[in-house]
């Protein structure tokens, strides 16, 4: 960042600017000798954060955010009328400079992150021939359906219950009914496996044998017992593995 200093009073410009170095917080450090100098300077630098007397004429200097400085308590008020971005006051404190700075560098930031996305915007319509409103009304459709939580409807014997896929444990198969342990409770749906894995997805669902489905986000490790394998789940659960669906999917598991 680029300090840009213009004070009315040359002592209190020369404070400030000592004040600035001993911080580090600027690559660059310009003291202006006049108005038109100031403002050649402003020009020059464009992303510069000014420090200037408070006036109605400072936010007339160039700088896209500047910090007043003055002696009084009530020029703090003219000078968030005149637009400033921050108010310091002499005799300078160092903990009260650094706060206006980091207040005025949020605001850059913000203000950077801003122009980046209007480029860029701005990019896509010309790259794929719409308009930004119509684009703009794309993403936030997207970002809505992106934002839902990711829950599926499922009818139990007591009623249907809206179910997040990641909070199922395990389901086991009895018969023409499916037992579904989630993190908090246990309940029962008639269906076959086959379809309920169809509606909760198979990215994390991994068959043990025929009758039992993990959720591999809730495995423990898997282990080895009397020639049989195991799976064995977070909560101590163990649920044996045939040969069949071992070297179907557990195979390349690493052991924790």
């Known amino acids: 960042m680029i300090a840009l200093v213009f004070l009315q009073s040359a002592s209190f410009q020369k404070a400030l600017v000592e004040v600035l170095r001993h911080l580090g917080i600027f690559s ?20 510069s954060i000014g420090f200037y007397t408070v006036g109605q004429s400072s936010r007339n200097l160039a700088s896209r955010y500047w910090i007043a400085v003055g002696e009084m308590d009530n020029e703090a008020l003219l000078a968030f009328q005149y637009n400033a971005s921050g108010f310091i006051k002499f ?36 790259q794929h021939g719409v308009t930004e409103s119509a684009l703009l009304a794309t993403l936030r459709r997207q970002l809505s359906l992106n934002n839902e939580p990711k829950v599926v409807g499922i009818k139990s014997e007591n009623g249907w219950r809206c179910v997040d896929p990641a909070e199922i444990k395990w389901i086991e198969a009895a018969g023409d009914y499916m037992c579904v342990q989630t993190m908090s409770e246990n309940f029962v ?18 068959r043990c044998n025929r009758s039992v489905v993990v959720n591999a986000q809730h495995v423990a490790h898997l282990e080895q017992k009397f020639n049989q394998q195991r799976v064995v789940m977070q909560g101590g659960e163990v649920f044996k593995i045939t040969h069949k669906y071992y070297y179907q999917i557990w195979q390349d598991r690493e052991n924790c």
């Open 28 to 47: 660059q450090i310009f003291e202006a000798e006049s108005t038109g100098h100031c403002l050649a300077l402003a020009e020059k630098h464009p992303h």
């Open 91 to 126: 005799p300078f404190d160092q903990e009260q400079v650094s706060l206006s700075i980091e207040h005025v560098k949020h605001l850059y930031h913000y203000y950077q992150r801003g122009s980046q996305f209007s480029q860029l915007v701005k990019g896509l319509c010309r």
């Open 189 to 206: 749906v008639r269906t076959t496996l086959c379809e309920l894995l169809k509606r909760l997805g198979d990215e994390h669902f991994k």
